[in-house]
Every structure is written in structure tokens, then in C-alpha cells.
């Protein structure tokens, strides 16, 4: 074991990020992510970085397109109603291939809805949630050790493909404290940024960062390049965590705090004898497809705080080849295993 710390999840994100070469936040607060921001602000100034409470989402997240553009790491945080806020600005630095992490801690929808945690911002997260064709790498972590290393990873994977990242927690995950192994966050790994507008030194032209196209053509050029550069990341990037698989009557499928129930849920299913095995997603975008595609179970059940969003992809990625059923809490209410139990108990009258 390395440097073990005790910490809530909003502050693990921090040190993680920080750790991985971050050193320019924009932010505004809101429950339940504001820890992280009251974090930054402590942290960031000691090693001469940017900390900036800015004046509103919007204006937060059109920072960040800036400091982005510049080539350097930067990130920004919020929650539900405050991502939609900055999706405006999310898909214009995603329309201008910038590189950086967007957090966002989900709380309960729509609307102001609630303070509790909830997992209801899937489908903004992993259809782009703005306007126009674009993607955003989407990481799941289930943990506090998680949020620490995918955090990390992130900065590295946006850099890499030039394409925004979203880690995509809850506010259990951000409010709940538990270790994080810190000596687990990997090296930096810093693409090189040719097209940063960080100064001409008179070496070269200047750049130019734009998401305007007024020619059609070169509009759509742009658009395709762009897709065939998702569709390499779609087939590298499938990220998730399976076991129990081979023999299952029925996969369970959940992400973030809820797989830690369904686990649970699991494991008293298959002491009472029934074939149960988990997929769990960690790229919630691109969507673990493959794995889907191997399994030959007789039912699939998706696990979800919200009112079935993840079901759709399940539908796609298994083609059919099973029924898919859904159990879900909303509004801030967490399920539990026993709920997990009964619905297996439900559908495996049906299906066998």
C-alpha cells in the first residue's frame, strides 16, 4: 500500500486531478459537488496554480474553453442543473477538439429536484447533452479509489484523442468517505499540443481555435473526421467489470454507487443457487458493446437510480438476443439488495 488517505470523493477527484497535472479550475457552486470546489481553492493557490469561483456556470465553463485552447490542463465541476447550464459551452469545446474533464456529481431531476444523489443525467452525458454531433468520453467510477484513478486517467485519455472527458459520480459517491490509495494515480501523460494557442514565440503562425463553419462542405468534413476519430475510441475504449458471466442465467447491470448493491444483491442470489453474474460499465461512453455481445444469458436486468436510461444501450449492445428488464429508485433513493433480490426472483419466474 502507498500514501493511503481517508477522504471524501469530492476531494479525491481533487487530488487526483491536481496530481495529474491540473493546475486551473473554474467552477460555481453547488450541492452536492462543493466540496470539491472548496478543495481547489485550498489547494491550487499553494502551487501557483488558478483556482476561479466564477460568476456562474456559464461563464465557468466558457473559462474553461479558454485555458483548453491554451493547451493547458483544466478542469471544471458541477452538478445536474448545473451541467445543463454549461452544455452550451461543453459542446462548443467539443466542437473545437479541446482536451479537459468536466465533472459532474449527479443529484436528483428534473428541474431544481432534489439534493440527494441520483444517476438521472445518463442520457445527457452520454448523447453529448448540447447541440450538434459530438461525444464525450464518459467514465463511471463505483468508488473512491476509482474516482481517484479514472480522474486521472481521463486527463491522460482527452489528451490523447482530443475529445472532453466527463467522470460522472453521484452524491453518494461525493459526499461518502473511504481510503484512496494516492501512489495508484499514474504518471501524467502529456500529448504534444501543436495547435495550442499559447503564443507564436515568431516561430510559427498563429492559431486559431473556432467552431464556426460558414461553408457547408467544410462543415461536414469537419463533422466526419471528428466521427471517425469517436469510432477509434468506440473500439479501444471499452471499459468495465464482469464476473460471473459464463454460466449466468441472468446479468445484472448497473454503474456507479448502485453496483455496489447490485454486488451485494449477487452474491446472496448465488448462495440461494441462482446463476446470476454482473456487467458492470465504466465507459458509459463508448458503451462496453462487445462484452454484451458475448454473453448468452436468458434475461438481462439494468439496475439504475433514474427511470431506465441505461436500458436502451443494453437493448442495442445485446441485440436482442434476450429480454432486457429494468428495476430503478429515483429521486434520491438508493435501491437495496433486497429490492434487487425480489426483481431477479420476479423475472426468473418468467424467463425460465
Given at each position: 500500500?502507498?500514501?493511503?488517505?481517508?477522504?471524501?470523493?469530492?476531494?479525491?477527484?481533487?487530488?487526483?486531478?491536481?496530481?495529474?497535472?491540473?493546475?486551473?479550475?473554474?467552477?460555481?457552486?453547488?450541492?452536492?459537488?462543493?466540496?470539491?470546489?472548496?478543495?481547489?481553492?485550498?489547494?491550487?493557490?499553494?502551487?501557483?496554480?488558478?483556482?476561479?469561483?466564477?460568476?456562474?456556470?456559464?461563464?465557468?465553463?466558457?473559462?474553461?474553453?479558454?485555458?483548453?485552447?491554451?493547451?493547458?490542463?483544466a478542469m471544471t465541476s458541477s452538478s445536474s442543473p448545473g451541467i445543463s447550464l454549461k452544455s452550451e459551452g461543453i459542446s462548443y469545446i467539443a466542437a473545437a477538439d479541446l482536451p479537459c474533464v468536466i465533472v459532474n456529481i449527479m443529484r436528483g431531476g428534473p428541474g431544481l429536484g432534489g439534493i440527494q444523489a441520483a444517476q438521472s443525467d445518463y442520457f445527457q452525458a452520454t448523447r453529448g447533452g448540447g447541440h450538434g454531433d459530438y461525444h464525450l468520453i464518459v467514465l463511471a467510477p463505483n468508488s473512491i479509489q476509482e474516482m481517484v484513478r479514472l480522474t486521472a486517467d481521463g486527463f491522460n485519455l482527452s489528451e490523447e484523442y482530443r475529445i472532453p472527458v466527463m467522470l460522472l459520480g453521484d452524491g453518494t459517491l461525493g459526499q461518502m468517505m473511504e481510503p484512496g490509495d494516492?501512489?495508484?494515480?499514474?504518471?501524467?501523460?502529456?500529448?504534444?499540443?501543436?495547435?495550442?494557442?499559447?503564443?507564436?514565440?515568431?516561430?510559427?503562425?498563429?492559431?486559431?481555435?473556432?467552431?464556426?463553419?460558414?461553408?457547408p462542405q467544410e462543415l461536414e468534413d469537419t463533422v466526419i473526421e471528428r466521427e471517425e476519430r469517436y469510432n477509434i475510441v468506440k473500439e479501444n475504449l471499452q471499459r468495465y467489470d464482469a464476473h460471473d458471466i459464463e454460466d449466468a442465467d441472468?446479468?445484472?447491470?448497473?454503474?456507479?454507487?448502485?453496483?455496489?448493491?447490485?454486488?451485494?444483491?449477487?452474491?446472496?442470489?448465488?448462495?440461494?443457487?441462482?446463476?446470476?453474474?454482473?456487467?458492470?460499465?465504466?465507459?458509459?461512453?463508448?458503451?462496453?458493446?462487445?462484452?454484451?455481445?458475448?454473453?448468452?444469458?436468458?434475461?438481462?436486468?439494468?439496475?439504475?437510480?433514474?427511470?431506465?436510461?441505461?436500458?436502451?444501450?443494453?437493448?442495442?449492445?445485446?441485440?436482442?438476443?434476450?429480454p432486457v428488464y429494468f428495476y430503478g429508485r429515483t429521486g434520491g433513493i438508493i435501491p437495496t439488495p433486497q429490492e434487487v433480490e425480489d426483481k431477479v426472483h420476479e423475472i426468473m419466474k418468467e424467463v425460465m
Open positions: 500500500m502507498g500514501e493511503v488517505v481517508l477522504m471524501k470523493g469530492n476531494e479525491a477527484i481533487v487530488e487526483a486531478a491536481i496530481r495529474s497535472g491540473c493546475k486551473h479550475f473554474f467552477g460555481y457552486p453547488i450541492t452536492p459537488q462543493t466540496e470539491l470546489l472548496a478543495y481547489m481553492a485550498k489547494k491550487l493557490p499553494k502551487i501557483g496554480g488558478t483556482f476561479l469561483q466564477a460568476e456562474s456556470e456559464v461563464a465557468a465553463v466558457n473559462m474553461l474553453y479558454g485555458a483548453a485552447s491554451a493547451g493547458v490542463r494516492l501512489d495508484e494515480i499514474p504518471q501524467p501523460i502529456f500529448a504534444e499540443k501543436p495547435w495550442a494557442t499559447n503564443g507564436t514565440q515568431g516561430k510559427r503562425k498563429p492559431n486559431i481555435t473556432k467552431t464556426l463553419y460558414l461553408d441472468i446479468i445484472i447491470s448497473s454503474f456507479g454507487i448502485t453496483s455496489r448493491v447490485v454486488e451485494t444483491a449477487v452474491k446472496e442470489l448465488r448462495k440461494e443457487g441462482i446463476k446470476a453474474g454482473v456487467i458492470r460499465p465504466i465507459t458509459l461512453w463508448p458503451f462496453s458493446e462487445k462484452i454484451y455481445k458475448r454473453v448468452n444469458p436468458k434475461a438481462f436486468l439494468s439496475v439504475e437510480m433514474n427511470m431506465g436510461q441505461m436500458v436502451e444501450d443494453i437493448k442495442l449492445a445485446c441485440e436482442c438476443k434476450a
